[in-house]
Nanobody, 119 residues
Framework: QVHLVESGGGLVQSGGSLRLSCAAS????????IAWFRQAPGKEREGVSC?????????YLDSVKGRFTISRDNAKTNAVYLQMDSLKPEDTAVYYC???????????WGRGTQVTVSS
């Protein structure tokens, strides 16, 4: 069973925008939080942003603060979004959605979506 599915990646020019979506089977409130990670070629995976299920608090990697915005819709689409503006070539990476299911404390990862920012 697939639990988290990302979409919305693509190729964009520097300064452009993309909106990533992470759709959850069940409810996104079944997870402690939903986070976005990214991994660029030859680099370690890093956390980009996270939104808590409880109070909706959001956290960001310093390098994306002011450019990326995480949000959630636990009513209609049951998804978490990452709005990425003012994209830079260094944002190029595969972006992954991650959550820890509350009932089982199991980690779930999506398969990733490629974001490529050209200079």
């Amino acid at each position: 069973q697939v639990h988290l599915v990302e979409s919305g990646g693509g190729l964009v020019q520097s300064g452009g925008s993309l909106r990533l979506s992470c759709a959850a089977s069940g409810s996104i409130l079944d997870y402690y939080s939903i986070a976005w990670f990214r991994q660029a070629p030859g680099k370690e995976r890093e956390g980009v942003s996270c939104i808590a299920s409880g109070d909706g608090s959001a956290y960001y990697l310093d390098s994306v603060k002011g450019r990326f915005t995480i949000s959630r819709d636990n009513a209609k689409t049951n998804a978490v979004y990452l709005q990425m503006d003012s994209l830079k070539p260094e944002d190029t990476a595969v972006y992954y959605c991650h959550g820890i299911r509350i009932l089982t404390s199991t980690n779930y990862w999506g398969r990733g979506t490629q974001v490529t920012v050209s200079s």
